[in-house]
């Protein structure tokens, strides 16, 4: 097997796509719209791979197929592509691999080595907007910033070290375990606070403002930790709120797996909120922002926001807010 990042002159070739889905391959991949054989699905295409070298029908499923191919980086794809390289000795190390994965691709914490080995790997899960993007391994070993084909060239042959040695790369994951870990304490001690509403199948987030920083939370500078949330919010939607000097910062999402075609984590239907958005911007009160739908990161829903495209504060409850997504829960879900 060879990999090679996938480019436009790859698309007459044919191939194996591992993670993301390219024309004239096949697939092995849990992003929506693939054709990957049902007996390997699985939740991460990590998972995929790992299926694939355990079928014994392997052979046939790849239909001998030598390049192996990816259009994007990110923990999943890096693993789920060495997994295929590797081949069967990547078996030894399936629990790791895959908590590695749903900690990238769907900001869980399965296990604290697979949180650390993602970000390493891909980085923190965005709480500071700050925070230098791309990959803090293929930085390190590059000695600069690097394209995502590169990336792949460079931290593929680091891979088994990096599953066998994490403390050996401390410094690329330190901070942003950090700040992972005092998330998870802000709810554990009760700062950050989750409140499941099961009729209307949403979790009603709090989140402590001194989870993002000394000074609290800045809506230029921050996004949600969704680590943390993924692990206590629980329901199909999560309305996430943020106290600002008597009104709220909001944002309205699905579970982090939902972009996903999953087979083990329930699908999450998308709802129409038309009515909510109409029932909300009639009752605000701030005069800084509307509500308004949003689209712009992979699980975003609905937001309150400036006209510059900011979260603003918003002069309503997170109970009314909740309530009047329940009250729409029933007859406007799709």
């Given amino acids: 097997m060879k990999f090679k990042f996938y480019t436009d002159a790859l698309e007459p070739v044919p191939k194996l796509s591992l993670d993301g889905t390219v024309p004239n391959s096949i697939h092995f991949s849990h992003w929506k719209g693939n054709q990957t054989p049902a007996e390997v699905k699985a939740d991460t295409s990590t998972e995929i791979a790992l299926n694939l070298l355990a079928s014994p029908n392997a052979n046939e499923l790849t239909k001998g197929l030598e ?34 994965a749903e900690a990238g691709d769907f900001s869980e914490y399965t296990s604290e080595a697979g949180m650390r080995i993602n970000l390493a790997i891909q980085g923190s899960d965005g709480v500071n907007l700050e925070e230098k993007p791309g990959s803090p391994l293929a930085r390190l070993l590059a000695g600069g910033d690097v394209d995502d084909a590169r990336a792949y060239e460079l931290i593929l042959p680091e891979v088994e070290h990096l599953l066998t040695n994490i403390d050996d790369y401390e410094p690329l994951w330190h901070d942003g375990w950090k700040r992972i870990s005092d998330a998870v304490e802000s709810f554990t001690t009760g700062r950050s606070k989750v409140k499941e509403i099961s009729a209307a199948k949403l979790s009603v987030i709090t989140l402590a403002p001194d989870v993002f920083s000394s000074r609290g939370f800045n809506p230029t500078r921050h996004v949600a930790p969704f680590t943390a949330i993924s692990r206590f919010a629980h329901s199909e939607l999560y309305l996430i709120a943020v106290p600002a000097n008597g009104n709220w910062f909001y944002r309205i999402d699905y579970p982090y797996h939902s972009w996903a075609e999953t087979v083990v984590r329930q699908r999450i239907p998308h709802r129409d909120f038309t009515s909510v958005l109409t029932v909300l911007n009639q009752r605000e009160t701030s005069g800084v922002g509307r509500w308004k739908t949003d689209n712009r990161e992979l699980t975003s829903a609905v937001k309150f926001l400036d006209e510059g495209g900011t979260l603003a504060p918003s002069a309503l409850e997170p109970d009314y807010v909740a309530n009047v997504l329940g009250l729409a829960n029933s007859q406007e879900t799709i």
């Avoid at 990816?70 to 190390?93: P, Q, Y």
């Fill in 67 to 100: 390049l192996v191919t990816n259009n994007h980086f990110d923990t999943d794809g890096v693993l789920s592509v060495w997994t295929v390289l590797t081949g069967k000795h990547a078996l030894n190390f399936r629990e790791l691999l895959v908590a590695a």
